[in-house]
């Protein structure tokens, strides 16, 4: 046996296993063997048909076979060899593989990239304030008041904060916006419908809300927006011009409801005092779960900041190919329309590979601190990272169990990712931390 490695990259090596004749007629034998154990001809027991028979009648099988046992045992001895660490086998080109001939079989795989870990204890981080104000608070409050507002018929002009019933119908350069965009009616004329006025969220149709302020019922008005480029929900819109005629209806003031005992009753307290004090513990748990996000954030960005060095291609496209898949699968579930990506394909790919590299980084620099450090994931991690992962998917945990016992390469997944978070959990619980000045 004759083994040749090439560098194509610092990450890509070229592995060329040959085998001589005699190895490959002796693997040939053993694949005659095995089948002609199991074989059933007739007039022969099972293991004593001659080998010619089962050639005869058995050739695409034993053709197979002999390709599998041939690659394996070529893949085997040139990593024994050669004690490559392979990440990917991202190509195998088998060549001839046949009985009274050598067989040349070239590996093409991504190798774990060498380098030596940075300092990665004690990593400064900053982290912002837990404990809520009186002012954080006031505006929860005021937010709870909010969405338990009644709306009752103002006989005045609209402000800031009210909400308008109103009709409109919109054109584009004098064309009907429900000739340009019939499957989306909404955005052409409609008989009746709510807008916010001056609304910090934008509504329906883009800045219409910001032109309803001064506006009483039996107002018309002619209201230029324009749609922006890429505008989702209407593609056929985006970046366009457009006036609507508008006929206002109805106005309603907000009316918020009073700090008094039926809205203490709705919050599950018995008054000020105690809603106080359960809002400002939610406000302290929201901020105690934004800061463990933001060290694990900053952590990362950190330790990938301070080493450079070469990432194997197969893991980045990989990587890219799962961050383009949850993308798309969250933009559809709002409603997105497939053919969006397609219009911005080259800008969407750019963007998830940017994303994978560094991911892949942090990745490969966990794993080694991990191996270092002697991080492993043990029983309960896995039973908690399927429960949740179970969870996530709306599945019993005991079903998920059993596939995982089937698909190893999931398995090793998921058993990777707890790897990961427990280096990242580590990293954190040895960083630097300060804690930024509270803003008044």
């Known amino acids: 046996m004759n083994i040749e490695i090439k560098d194509l990259s610092e990450t890509r090596k070229s592995l060329v296993v040959t085998l001589d004749k005699s190895e490959v007629d002796a693997e040939h034998q053993a694949v005659v063997k095995d089948i002609a154990k199991v074989a059933r001809l ?21 053709r197979d076979d002999l390709k599998s046992k041939v690659v394996g045992k070529a893949y085997r001895a040139g990593l024994e060899k050669t004690k490559l660490d392979v990440v990917n086998v991202v190509h195998v080109e088998e060549g001839t593989i046949e009985a009274g001939l050598s067989a040349a079989i070239a590996f093409t795989v991504d190798v774990q990239p060498q380098f030596e870990l940075p300092e990665y204890l004690g990593i400064p981080v900053q982290v912002s304030p837990v404990e809520p104000t009186e002012a ?10 909010q969405e338990h507002a009644d709306f009752k018929v103002a006989d005045r002009a609209a402000q800031k904060g009210d909400y308008v019933k109103l009709a409109y119908e919109g054109t584009i350069d004098g064309k009907p916006i429900a000739e340009i965009a019939p499957d989306k009616q909404i955005y052409g004329k409609v008989p009746q419908t709510w807008e916010e006025v001056d609304s910090e969220q934008e509504g329906l149709i883009p800045g219409l809300g ?34 609507y005629a508008v006929e206002v209806q109805e106005v309603r003031e907000r009316a918020l409801p009073a700090l008094d005992e ?11 005092d105690a809603l106080r004090l359960q809002l400002g513990q939610n406000l302290k748990q929201r901020k105690e779960y934004e800061n463990r996000r933001a060290q694990r954030r900053q952590v990362s960005e950190a330790l990938a900041a301070r080493i450079e060095f070469s990432l194997p291609e197969s ?3 990989g990587e890219t190919q799962d961050v383009l898949r949850r993308f798309m699968e969250e933009n559809i579930q709002r409603g997105v329309p497939e053919a969006e990506f397609e219009k911005n394909k080259k800008e969407l790919y750019e963007n998830a590979r940017r994303a994978a590299v560094s991911r892949v ?19 309960r991690d896995l039973d908690g990272a399927i429960v949740r992962e179970a969870a996530r998917a709306n599945q019993r945990p005991e079903k998920l169990a059993k596939e995982l016992v089937r698909d190893r390469e999931r398995l090793r997944s998921l058993q ?3 790897v990961f978070d427990k280096a990242l959990d580590f990293l954190v619980s040895k960083a630097t931390i300060t804690t930024a000045t509270a803003k008044v």
Do not use: C, T
């Open 42 to 62: 007739p007039g022969f027991r099972p293991g004593h048909a001659p080998a010619e028979l089962i050639l005869k009648r058995f050739a695409k099988e034993v």
């Open 136 to 145: 954080e608070i006031d505006a929860v409050i005021e937010g709870l008041r």
């Open 210 to 243: 910001r032109q309803l302020a001064g506006l009483k019922a039996g107002d018309k008005k002619e209201a230029q927006v324009v749609f922006p480029a890429g505008f989702a929900a209407a593609p056929e819109l985006g970046g366009k011009a457009a006036v």
């Open 262 to 272: 039926a809205f203490f009753k709705s919050q599950h307290v018995e008054g000020i």
């Open 315 to 317: 893991l980045i496209a």
């Open 361 to 379: 980084k942090v990745q490969m620099l966990l794993a080694k601190i991990a191996e270092k450090e002697k991080i492993a994931a043990n029983e």
């Open 416 to 418: 990777q990712a707890i």
